[in-house]
Each structure stands twice: as C-alpha cells, then as structure tokens.
C-alpha cells in the first residue's frame, strides 16, 4: 500500500513539474516584433483574407487584411487586451466580405493568449481570431 501511495505521490508531482515548463514556454514568447499571420476565425474552419497579417509593437498594430493595409493603437494589461481603430488604406476589391469579418473581430478583442507558435485573440473568453508566427 506504502508503494502505491510512494508512486502516485511521483506521478503527481511530475505531471505538475511538466505542465509548468509548458507554462514557462508559452510565457517567453512575446506579441511584440513578430508577424503573425491569420489561420481561421475563431475556431471555425472558413475561408481567410489571403496573406493576412498582423504585427505588434511599441503600442501600434499594423498589418494586411487581405485588400487593404490597417494600423491603429493597442492597449494590453495582462492578458487584456484592446485594439483601436486607426488608419487604413481604401482600396476596394471585388470581394470585401472577409476582409471586413476580419477588421470586425480584431475590434471585438478583449483578451489574448499564446500557445507555442499561435497567437489566440479572444472576446468574452472565446476564439475570435488564430493567428501562426509568419
């Protein structure tokens, strides 16, 4: 009984050892001075604006909706987040629908997260947009 409770005291201490290293991981990767570029809405498998961007620094966002070129200011505290409306470019294109969910969503964010090489922006703790490292 002693070596059961010896072993499933070690397997408990290990998984936690090892989700804290996940943890430390994800922590040292930074928004700022990266490109990231959008995978999916959410968690919605749906068509995106081709080669659409996002990059972060010094409290501006810039990047590429899919038509036209974007930028603004962002505010992050925490996990908090708000990204406000700010110039953008207007060209119009043959199809503007994706490009405006986009532009949409990224005014709707609250909160981010990342994991490994994904930037998660969020709205009420829900996926809004995906975003990879470029």
Request: hydrophobic share 45%.
């Amino acid at each position: 009984m002693r070596f059961l409770f010896t072993s499933l005291l070690a397997v408990i201490l290990f998984l936690g050892c090892a989700d804290m290293s996940v943890k430390k991981e994800e922590a040292s990767i930074s928004l700022d001075g990266k490109e990231w570029k959008l995978v999916s809405f959410g968690k919605i498998r749906m068509a995106v604006p081709k080669k659409s961007w996002i990059s972060f620094k010094d409290g501006r966002y810039s990047g590429y909706a899919g038509c036209n070129g974007m930028g603004g200011e962002y505010v992050v505290d925490g996990n908090n987040m708000t990204l406000k409306a700010g110039m953008s470019t207007m060209m119009a294109c043959a199809d503007m629908r994706l490009e405006t969910k986009f532009r949409q969503s990224m005014l709707s964010v609250d909160s981010y997260k990342i994991e490994g090489d994904n930037l998660i922006l969020m709205h009420d703790n829900h996926d809004v947009l995906n975003f990879m490292i470029k």
